[in-house]
């Protein structure tokens, strides 16, 4: 069943290419789908496309629908290996939003056909997707705080242990384990800010847009944004129908924002555990070996983080050129954007999460810097102690230059780095109250309180 047909068939082959892996993506869709016919219902009897009672009723149908739809996972991966999943989409049946509207007219009969009144399949599309991404985009925001708070627990453990700092892979200056990991915390506080822009795109309404020009009936958009949580509209209609791309394009670049951080870890992690540094180590389990080599430690789970993160990373890329040099209004391009974004979400919060399992497992070698290979770290150390006795600092550059390649090059370990961000003063008090700042800012609370008391009403 398509909501577009009429009385003749589509050529076999271009119903398969044309629906490609669509129903499977719509899987993620269904519970968001019901919400969205549900406020659409509810708004439909204010303005007397409905009576009061037919939105009731529905609404009903489509809460029982809804409460089908979560007695199984609905990843597509996974909805495949249920034997009788109680919510599927039927073989004949083009999308989710025909297998909910057949769903509500076998059931309910006529009552049921008045559902799509106002309403196109391309702003129903374009709800779910929305409501979807919101939904995954406040996931990804809870792993990214779980991540950041450990990232700084582990920076305050280990802020005593020095660890060699580089500039282009050469020795450059003293670091240390709790400047290394607090720069990774303080990066996903930037991240989140990305994901928050993100969450702001996608958090308007466009819902009413229909085919991407309005209603001849006298709808009321606000009350279905007020209904589904949303903070604003996407006032203008051509727009909302626009916006469907260039959301999808700002979520992925907020994921490729967060995939850099963790591809970044993942890579420092990887050299760090080399013999040749040897600065981390974990326990075995975690770690693997070689089918010849039985010394070996690999650092597998890094590895694969930093390789699913680069592809992550591409991702705003391949949106913006499926999306590239479409004029207005609606384009069947736009469909293929499912199976690109949905599955990132995932793949970044296993990342986040496998992350986290290396980081609180790892262990730090002490007094790294005693060894004399690493002693031209401290050479900018000599060299401000000069300038602190009253040499002028290019003079000091100059003799420590000539001490080193004389071979007279003295130093010491000690370190007294004191100004805000260094090794002294890792500031990670400011840097979690720059991140509570941000994750304050989003709206989760008032969107889900919304659409709980849209499912109970």
């Not at 060894?371 to 000599?382: G, M, N, Q, R, T």
Request: aromatic content about 8%; some cysteine; glycine content about 6%.
């Amino acid at each position: 069943m398509k909501l577009w047909q009429k009385n003749i068939d589509s050529l076999k082959e271009v119903e398969l290419f044309t629906v490609g892996r669509d129903r499977e993506f719509d899987l993620l869709l269904a519970p968001f789908d019901v919400l969205g016919n549900i406020a659409h219902a509810r708004m439909l009897a204010t303005v007397g496309l409905l009576t009061n009672e037919e939105a009731a009723i529905l609404a009903k149908e489509l809460q029982h629908i809804y409460a089908t739809i979560q007695q199984h996972p609905s990843l597509p991966e996974k909805a495949a290996g249920v034997n009788d999943p109680a919510f599927v989409i039927q073989d004949d049946v083009e999308d989710v939003h025909s297998q909910v509207e057949f769903l509500l007219t076998q059931k309910l009969g006529d009552i049921g056909k008045k559902i799509h009144s106002a309403r196109s399949r391309n702003d129903q599309v374009l709800v779910d997707v929305k409501l979807f991404l919101r939904a995954e985009l406040e996931q990804t925001v809870h792993a990214v705080q779980s991540l950041f708070e450990l990232l700084i627990a582990k920076s305050e453990e280990f802020r005593e242990c020095l660890l060699p700092g580089y500039t282009h892979l050469q020795l450059a200056m003293p670091s240390s384990f709790g400047l290394w990991l607090g720069a990774y915390a303080e990066s996903l506080v930037d991240d989140a800010i990305s994901l928050k822009a993100a969450y702001d795109i996608v958090n308007k309404n466009p819902l009413g847009s229909a085919a991407g020009y309005g209603s001849s009936f006298p709808i009321n958009r606000t009350l279905t944004t007020q209904l589904l949580g949303f903070g604003d509209l996407n006032y203008n209609v051509v727009y909302a129908q626009m916006g469907r791309g260039k959301a999808e394009r700002n979520v992925a670049m907020a994921l490729a924002n967060l995939a850099e951080t963790l591809s970044r870890l993942s890579m420092d992690a990887c050299l760090f555990l080399n013999q040749n540094f040897g600065f981390i180590s974990f326990p075995p389990q975690l770690t693997t070996g070689s089918s010849i080599m039985p010394h070996k430690k690999n650092p597998d789970v890094f590895e694969l983080i930093r390789s699913y993160c680069n592809r992550i990373k591409a991702l705003p890329n391949e949106i913006m050129m499926m999306t590239t040099n479409l004029p207005s209004g609606y384009h069947r391009d736009l469909q293929l954007l499912k199976e690109h974004l949905f599955p990132a979400f995932t793949t970044i919060r296993s990342c986040m999460e496998m992350a986290g399992l290396m980081l609180s497992n790892m262990e730090v070698k002490k007094d790294i810097l005693q060894d004399e290979k690493y002693k031209y770290l401290f050479s900018v150390e000599e060299v401000n102690k000069l300038v602190l006795e009253g040499l002028p600092f290019r003079d000091a550059y100059k003799k420590v230059g000539l001490d080193i390649e004389a071979g007279q090059f003295t130093y010491s370990t000690e370190v007294h780095h004191t100004h805000e961000g260094s090794i002294g003063n890792l500031c990670n008090h400011k840097i979690t109250a720059n991140m509570h700042d941000v994750l304050s800012s989003f709206a989760f609370d008032e969107s889900k309180a919304a659409l709980t008391t849209l499912l109970n009403g």
